[in-house]
Structure formats: structure tokens, C-alpha cells
């Protein structure tokens, strides 16, 4: 059967992440949640109700949602190391991936092993705002594909039940990064967009 494994960035968000975590648990099926820190701050509450769910995975967002290019090492580590430590508060545990804001980062700027997760498909929400242009690209969906959406964007929120039924109607499996990559691969793996793009050095 084909898969993907499904992504949300920026949250946990008041308005809109209940929608998402409503969701996927109607279809009882296993997401990533890329936080974003300062929204973790804002809405502990909504990043502890997602750890209770143990087929809920988390990624490191940064704490301001910086453009990581633009930083130096120093400042690059400093936001991943205090976004952690935001997260393993509220949670009792780091996060199990990096995911760097708008999926760019420089080369050998992070000083940590856990793999850097980007995407293969986008649905856009950020730029159209659209359920329908969301659904439109949720058509559009490979086998072994990492989908990108938002639980921050009403756009994302809104369509993900139609997202979801959908990828079924098509024949995806939807399961986790883990899953997707393979749990041999992932250990050495330094930057994932995709189960079929991989690489072993950043």
C-alpha cells in the first residue's frame, strides 16, 4: 500500500489546533507537529493534550521561527537548544526531530543528530489560504511523500478531513516519519524530505 506521513508546523495555535487534533483522532491516524516555541508558551496546555497521544511524534521549530541561513552557529544552535527546553517542560521530552523554518538551513550549522525533516509536498496554505487549493495538492500526493501543512493556517485545519479521506480514497496509508523512512534508515539520517530523498550528511 502506498504511504505518507503527514506534517504541522507553527503550532500549538488556540484557534485552530483543536480542529486538527479533533481530526486526526476521529481517523486515528499519526502526525508530526513541528512547535513552534513561542506558540508552545502561549498554549501549553494544547502541546501536552498532543503528547498524550502516542501516535503524536514532535520536531523542533525553533523558539522564534527564525530563518536559520541568516543566523550564525551560535545563535543557529540557541534557538534549537532553547525551543527543547521549552518543549521538554511542557512535555517531559525533546522533541524527536528538527524541522528548520521554511525548510532552509545552512550546512553543518546545527550541532545535533537528530535528523533535519522537511517536506516533498506543500499544500500551500500559507500562500492561498484556500481549503480547496489544500485539497487540490493533497491530490497530488506520491508514495513516500512527508506533506506539509499547518495546524497554525484555518486553510490546513479546515481541509484536513477531506485531506485525509482523500489520501484513502487513493490508497495512501497514512503513518508516521518513522514508519514512512524505515527505523534502520532514520538513525543515520541527517536531513529527510522524503522516503525516497534522504541524505546522510548535511
Not at 52 to 75: I, K, R, S, Y
Amino acid at each position: 500500500m502506498k504511504q505518507v506521513a503527514i506534517t504541522f508546523d507553527d503550532g500549538p495555535w488556540a484557534d485552530t489546533t483543536p480542529i486538527v487534533l479533533k481530526t486526526l483522532q476521529k481517523y486515528n491516524v499519526p502526525a508530526t507537529f513541528m512547535i513552534w516555541g513561542e506558540h508552545a508558551l502561549r498554549n501549553p496546555e494544547l502541546l501536552e493534550k498532543e503528547a498524550q497521544n502516542p501516535l503524536f511524534c514532535f520536531g523542533n521549530h525553533t523558539l522564534h521561527h527564525v530563518h536559520l541561513p541568516e543566523l550564525t552557529a551560535a545563535e543557529a544552535n540557541k534557538e534549537i537548544t532553547e525551543n527543547d527546553h521549552v518543549i521538554e517542560n511542557i512535555i517531559g521530552r525533546k522533541p524527536e526531530y528538527i524541522r528548520p523554518p521554511y525548510g532552509e538551513f545552512t550546512p553543518g550549522q546545527i550541532d545535533d543528530e537528530r535528523p533535519f525533516i522537511v517536506w516533498t509536498l506543500d499544500t500551500k496554505s500559507w500562500d492561498h489560504h484556500s481549503t480547496e487549493k489544500v485539497l487540490e495538492n493533497i491530490e497530488k500526493a506520491k508514495d513516500g511523500d512527508i506533506i506539509l501543512m499547518h495546524d497554525f493556517q484555518p486553510a490546513d485545519a479546515n481541509a484536513l478531513d477531506d485531506a485525509i479521506q482523500i489520501l484513502f480514497r487513493n490508497g495512501f496509508k497514512i503513518v508516521s516519519i518513522a514508519d514512512l523512512v524505515g527505523k534502520d534508515q532514520i538513525k543515520n539520517a541527517k536531513v529527510i524530505y522524503g522516503r525516497d530523498h534522504i541524505t546522510y550528511d548535511n
